[in-house]
Nanobody, 119 residues
Framework: QVQLVESGGGLVQPGGSLRLSCAASGSIFRDYVMAWYRQAPGKQRERVASITPGGSSIYADSVKGRFTISRDNSKNGVYLQMNTLKPEDTAVYYC?????????????WGQGTQVTVSS
């Protein structure tokens, strides 16, 4: 059974930073793509960033240059450093894994962590 637990969300002012963390249980972690998705109220869930087991990453155009995804296979962790946050980044952020294609979500999801960007 794979479990993903996100943390690090909160309220931040525009221009601020947050770092999200996702802790994964189970040996599946190191073999699969890890990703962050987000869903804003009234909108579809969208992929924010993905990273392969080898460390290659891709980003949504809306976050390029501001967000950085990283992973630590020894700690079964994946992270999302978010800088220069904007109000439109407000959403519930979800950790995802279990897939092998970098642009396609896997079957496992965390419970989500709320990020609110507001003054």
């Amino acid at each position: 059974q794979v479990q993903l637990v996100e943390s690090g969300g909160g309220l931040v002012q525009p221009g601020g930073s947050l770092r999200l963390s996702c802790a994964a249980s189970g040996s599946i972690f190191r073999d699969y793509v890890m990703a962050w998705y987000r869903q804003a109220p009234g909108k579809q869930r969208e992929r924010v960033a993905s990273i392969t087991p080898g460390g290659s990453s891709i980003y949504a155009d809306s976050v390029k240059g501001r967000f950085t995804i990283s992973r630590d296979n020894s700690k079964n962790g994946v992270y999302l450093q978010m800088n220069t946050l904007k109000p439109e980044d407000t959403a519930v952020y979800y950790c995802n894994t279990g897939g092998k294609l970098i642009g396609t979500p896997g079957p496992y999801w965390g419970q989500g962590t709320q990020v609110t960007v507001s003054s």
